[in-house]
Nanobody, 120 residues
Framework: VQLQASGGGLVQAGGSLRLSCAAS????????WGWYRQDPGKQRELVAS???????VYADSVKGRFTISRDNAKNTVYLQMNSLKPEDTAVYYC???????????????WGQGTQVTVSS
């Protein structure tokens, strides 16, 4: 299973961006998706996650501004980011945890990262 993230870019403070991450590969099912971000020299941190049942978790710093959603038919997860702040600047990574039905193996994979830069 491979993940392809897109949607990053440069935006002014107060603006919005929408990140997408699509999973591809053999027959599989994604149980949980996550969006993480990382600044140079800092640890990667969880931004938001969504379970197979649609249960969402958000970092306190993004609550009320970011929304995570998933489209199971498209094996895609989205992160709608509104009211962006300069401190949201980071490389954003998507993560998927699930099972490959062909091999019966579980997987935990990461996308390649997409840069989000918020100017003040």
């Amino acid at each position: 299973v491979q993940l392809q993230a897109s949607g990053g870019g440069l935006v002014q403070a107060g603006g919005s961006l929408r990140l997408s991450c699509a999973a591809s590969g053999s027959t599989f099912s994604v149980n949980a998706w996550g969006w993480y971000r990382q600044d140079p020299g800092k640890q990667r941190e969880l931004v938001a996650s969504i379970s197979s049942r649609g249960t969402t978790v958000y970092a306190d710093s993004v609550k009320g501004r970011f929304t995570i959603s998933r489209d199971n038919a498209k094996n895609t997860v989205y992160l709608q980011m509104n009211s962006l702040k300069p401190e949201d600047t980071a490389v954003y990574y998507c993560n998927a945890v699930g099972r490959d039905f062909k091999t019966s193996n579980g997987f935990n994979v990461w996308g390649q990262g997409t840069q989000v830069t918020v100017s003040s």
